[in-house]
């Protein structure tokens, strides 16, 4: 059995989602508007949280966040597809959901 961890700024990145209320719907079309907002702030979260940034998965989560953040044409242009955007989201919240007891 997992025992699931808990972390504020784990708990601060999921509050993102139940804010936009995009928890289980990321895969569904419509409100591209909402859907931009949301991996902007869950981006923006990512690339400032602290220690948490250590205990999660780098190349899947960080590295893109940081890369986003500072600009990089690859990265940036790689998310301006918004069902990359959908992916990745759905990726942190899963991540989230398994690892942490967010709630």
Known sequence: MHIKQK??????????????????TLYLKGDEESLDVLFDAVIAAIDASGAFKLKIPYQEFVHPAKEVMRGDKGWVGHFNERDNRRFYLSDVYDYLSLFYEVG
């Open 7 to 24: 972390d504020p700024e784990a708990q601060e990145i999921y509050n993102i989602f139940r804010m936009y209320k995009k928890d289980a």
